[in-house]
């Protein structure tokens, strides 16, 4: 027999990161096998699978169509691995529950003894519930849109000290949607999501603003295809490896999106940071200009400053979405609110400091003729606000974007 077949089996999987962290884990030919419901049983049958994933949707179609259950996936009722056995039987196996373990765990939270209340209930709901039950959960309930626990009676919960989000609700590409309002459950302790992209979602978002610990799914991931390795291969996986990939995701993954005055220098860093890093610099103020089919000026001029500040909102969503990009934003994006959950979900966030005096006007419908200290006095407050870091930029361009880059290597990962 040639070559075995490993890799994530599921119906539509263009957002998933599994092949880079199993090729980091050292499966090389590790692939995304994409199939429609009616092709599932008849590709089980090859006999050249070695180990395969699984998610979304078919966690349970696999079950019956696997030669052995393994009993702790026989009690959750869900299998998310297939490892191929040195009697050529297929056995169904659960390693999302290590991983989901490993990310409560990893995130400071838990589930001993807490009220847990999940959302969804599909497989990955029968996962988090089985993972409650091991952590010693005093209860759980299951939040679905048809059962007796559903979305319309919520407030019957608002005592919940664990909310776990299972759904695909504010997944890529609908960032930005939230299943719950937080504002529900004043109890909580820890909110768990297991969607990975955007790193942050909605619900996260709104869980850090409220200081609750918080994570999303991609420790998740990373531990469960640790734990599916070693599966598939008969081999024992060093317990550091775990954060070694999810660090690597990390800082490939994020965003680094610089933000400042008008004249702060954040184009002419941004393309020094793309020379430096190989990145892509997106220019938020050349896609408005681009959808407008105008200048920047001219859009002031004509749609005045509310016009050009929705379309910058608008370019700050789809642009949020993005990963592994540089975004160079426009001095003033920083007075829509929302647009820091935009830039936030992917990404981390510096201001660029420069000198008032050296900042210059020409071409800036905003700066020409202004008071640039009296901008400085408003938006201080609210870059503050946006920044994860300050980075000074009064000297050499390649010495600001080197500092960014130093310090995106340290801190992306957190």
């Not at 609908?174 to 309002?181: L, M, R, S, T, Y």
Request: hydrophobic letters at 40%; one cysteine or more.
């Amino acid at each position: 027999m040639g070559e075995r077949v490993y890799g994530l089996l599921g119906r539509k999987l263009g957002h998933s990161w599994s092949v880079p962290i199993h090729t980091a884990l050292g499966c090389a030919g590790y692939r995304l096998i994409e199939l429609e419901p009616e092709e599932l049983a008849p590709f089980l049958r090859r006999e050249d699978i070695g180990g395969l994933n699984v998610t979304i949707p078919y966690k349970r179609d696999v079950m019956p169509l696997c030669d052995v259950i393994d009993p702790a996936a026989e009690a959750i009722g869900s299998v998310n691995t297939i490892v191929r056995r040195p009697d050529g039987k297929l056995m169904g196996c659960n390693t999302d529950i290590d991983g989901f373990r490993y990310m409560a765990r990893r995130a400071g939270i838990s589930l001993a003894g807490k009220k847990v209340v999940i959302l969804g209930s599909g497989g990955a709901s029968l996962t988090a519930q089985a993972a409650a039950r091991q952590e010693g959960a005093a209860e759980i309930t299951v939040i679905s849109r048809s059962g007796p626990d559903n979305y319309e009676n919520l407030g019957r919960h608002a005592d919940a000290q664990v909310l776990v989000n299972t759904t695909p609700v504010g997944m890529y590409p609908k960032n930005g949607e939230q299943p719950v309002d937080l504002a529900v459950f004043p109890a909580l302790e820890g909110v768990l999501d297991v969607i990975y992209n955007p790193r942050r979602t909605a619900l996260l978002l709104q869980a850090e603003e409220r200081g609750i610990p918080c994570s999303d799914g991609l420790p998740m991931l990373v531990a469960q295809a640790s734990a599916a390795e070693e599966r598939f291969f008969g081999k024992t996986i060093p317990a550091g490896e775990n954060e070694r990939i999810l660090a690597q995701l990390r800082r490939e993954m994020t965003n680094i999106v610089l933000i400042g005055m008008p004249g702060s220098g954040k184009t002419t860093v941004g393309e020094a940071l793309s020379r430096l890093t190989g990145r892509e610099a997106v220019d938020l103020d050349q896609m408005i200009a681009a959808d407008a089919g105008c200048s920047i000026p001219e859009i002031f001029s004509r749609e005045g400053e509310s016009g050009f500040r929705a379309r910058e909102a608008a370019a700050a969503a789809e642009a949020g979405k993005r990963t592994g990009v540089i975004l160079l934003t426009g001095g003033g994006i920083v007075k829509t609110a929302a647009n820091y959950d935009a830039l936030h979900q992917n990404g981390r966030i510096y201001q660029l400091a420069r000198d008032l005096s050296l900042l210059p006007t020409e071409g800036r419908p905003l700066s020409q003729g202004a008071d640039l200290h009296a901008m400085w006095r408003e938006r201080a407050p609210l870059y503050q606000r946006f920044r994860d870091a300050e980075i000074d930029n009064n000297g050499a361009v390649e010495d600001t974007a080197a500092a960014i880059w130093r310090d995106f290597c340290e801190h992306s990962g957190d």
